[in-house]
T-cell receptor
Framework: AQSVTQLDSQVPVFEEAPVELRCNYS??????LFWYVQYPNQGLQLLLK??????LVKGINGFEAEFNKSQTSFHLRKPSVHISDTAEYFC???????????????FGKGTLLTVNP | GAGVSQTPSNKVTEKGKYVELRCDPI?????LYWYRQSLGQGPEFLIY????????DSGLPNDRFFAVRPEGSVSTLKIQRTERGDSAVYLC????????????FGPGTRLTVL
């Protein structure tokens, strides 16, 4: 079984400031890692994912995340945020070695990023 | 191309009633997932279909919940004898089923049980 902890439920920042949204996971098996974003009144959209290889992954809209196996973390970062980045961000994992093709996601509770002018 | 669609977008029902929630996945996607998102929580897995069969229904909370995907495309989540605790946003996602592949989410159905 897996679990995902997003340590901050809300993160307010000013426009053009850097931001880091924290994610830690617990799992007895190897996992794939994902960040999804949910803009107001919209569905979940994939920001980026880590499958293997380089631990720094880049996603859409200037976001990046770094996988740290020893700390079981996958923190999301952006060097300069915009008003339009205001949204809820979800970290998720799936079992790398699932039986068959079932890659169901286990999500954290989400972090609401609010970018203020 | 068209994304994942879900109908209805909103459903208000009374305690004890039966409801059906529909999901139209992206054409050609064999993997289909249902999740439930309660207020202030992340989505929680309910059931997974590979093709027509429910390959994993371990997330269904009890036997009032049932889902089908008879032709390997559209899926319907059925809830019998609804309870106030069933109120949530029900999300559907589809994908290729390949390792690490993206799941594409629909906009969800907001179910309110009065």
């Amino acid at each position: 079984a897996q679990s995902v902890t997003q340590l901050d439920s809300q993160v307010p920042v000013f426009e053009e400031a850097p931001v880091e949204l924290r994610c830690n996971y617990s799992s007895s098996v190897s996992v794939y890692l994902f960040w999804y974003v949910q803009y107001p009144n919209q569905g979940l959209q994939l920001l980026l994912k880590y499958l293997s290889g380089s631990t720094l992954v880049k996603g859409i809209n200037g976001f990046e995340a770094e996988f740290n196996k020893s700390q079981t973390s996958f923190h999301l970062r952006k060097p300069s945020v915009h008003i339009s980045d205001t949204a809820e961000y979800f970290c998720a994992v799936s079992d790398k070695n699932s039986g068959g093709s079932n890659y169901k996601l286990t999500f954290g509770k989400g972090t609401l990023l609010t970018v203020n002018p | 191309g068209a994304g994942v669609s879900q109908t209805p977008s909103n459903k208000v029902t009374e305690k004890g009633k039966y409801v059906e929630l529909r999901c139209d996945p992206i054409s050609g996607h064999t993997a289909l997932y249902w999740y439930r998102q309660s207020l202030g929580q992340g989505p929680e897995f309910l059931i997974y279909f590979q093709g027509t069969g429910a390959a994993d229904d371990s997330g269904l909370p009890n036997d009032r919940f049932f889902a089908v995907r008879p032709e390997g495309s559209v899926s319907t989540l059925k809830i019998q004898r609804t309870e106030r605790g069933d109120s949530a946003v029900y999300l559907c996602a589809s994908g290729t089923g390949l390792a690490g592949a993206e799941q594409f989410f629909g906009p969800g159905t907001r179910l309110t049980v009065l």
